[in-house]
């Protein structure tokens, strides 16, 4: 608009509320997801574990459908911690390819394309575009986690009744806690390698060998010195434990093997729980220390 017209005015209309302006950029993030019909129908194949766990349940209080199948209820999988702390380690398989599938790009596209300063010179932070981008992946895989794991937890308490509800209250929260420390963990990896390698093919195959280089040398480590304490390197082996001691199934001692010269017996033990948070939370402040130095603002010179 030329300036000697003298018509430009402020814009006086509603303004987004400060608290939540981070939130347009996963809305926009949405639609470029779910472009993809592949990726739509995986999604929603993701949410066939709970339908199966919820039948599970179902037929635990329904005698004549136990009828029809011949079956009685001593046959069936018991609902127990054990139960639901399967369901968590399925759907958190399931929760890592989803990342794999949608975490590269994210931050890779606006560095590639010199898009970060658009976004910085605008009322964001730099902690707000980063947690926007997080959002895209915590919501999508708190969709498919703790939110439908809650709510077959709510569904096998409305059936079997208050008291189990109040006895069985620890496993509502070893649900969410072990989602959302997992989906946390994906998230912030993700990212930073997102931010980091920017070329999508590259990034999904960084992030699955994060998951499975270490894993291969955690157990090359325990073959080598006859101890489980290279599960600590492991990313999957830190999740299932943790995990395991927030559902209360965590067992220290895994095992026994012999010496080298065959004559002791050695007690294999898994890292202690202490040592598996302190390892996540490294892993965690690493890769925030990575994003805070490649998310940053910049002058575009052309």
């Not at 194949?45 to 349940?57: M, S």
């Not at 990313?235 to 395991?244: E, Y």
Request: charged letters at 10%; one cysteine or more; aromatic letters at 14%.
């Amino acid at each position: 608009m030329a300036v000697y017209e003298h018509t430009y005015k402020q814009y006086a209309g509603p303004l987004t509320p400060e608290w939540n302006r981070f939130l347009i950029i996963p809305r926009h993030a949405f639609r470029d997801v779910f472009k993809s019909k592949l990726f739509t129908a995986f999604f929603v194949l993701c949410f066939a574990p709970v339908l199966v766990e919820a039948i599970f349940i179902y037929l635990h209080h329904n005698t004549q459908a136990l009828g029809i199948l011949q079956t009685r209820v001593n046959q069936l999988i018991p609902i127990d911690a054990s139960f639901f702390e399967f369901w968590v380690h399925f759907q958190a398989a399931l929760a890592g390819l989803v990342t794999v599938l949608v975490g590269p790009p994210l931050v890779a596209r606006d560095l590639t394309n010199n898009g970060l300063p658009l976004y910085l010179c605008r009322p964001f932070s730099r902690a707000e575009y980063v947690f926007g981008k997080m959002c895209v992946l915590l919501i999508l895989l708190s969709a498919i986690t703790w939110v439908p794991g809650l709510l077959v937890f709510a569904f096998q308490a409305y059936l079997e009744g208050f008291g189990w509800f109040g006895n069985n209250i620890p496993i509502a929260s070893a649900i969410f806690l072990s989602s959302v420390m997992w989906i946390l963990t994906l998230a912030l990896v993700s990212q930073t390698v997102s931010a980091w390698v920017k070329w999508r093919m590259a990034a999904s195959a960084a992030l699955v060998g994060l998951y499975l280089i270490p894993s291969a040398f955690a157990e090359v480590v325990n073959a080598m010195f006859r101890t489980n304490w290279g599960h600590i390197l492991s990313i999957g082996a830190v999740r299932w434990n943790l995990t395991k001691g927030l559902f209360g199934t965590f067992v220290q001692v895994t095992g026994r093997t012999t010496g080298w010269d065959d004559s002791t017996e050695i007690i294999l033990r898994e890292p202690a729980l202490w040592c598996s948070w302190l390892a996540l939370f490294l892993l965690c402040a690493i890769c925030l220390a990575l994003l805070s130095r490649k998310v940053k603002a910049y002058e575009v010179v052309r």
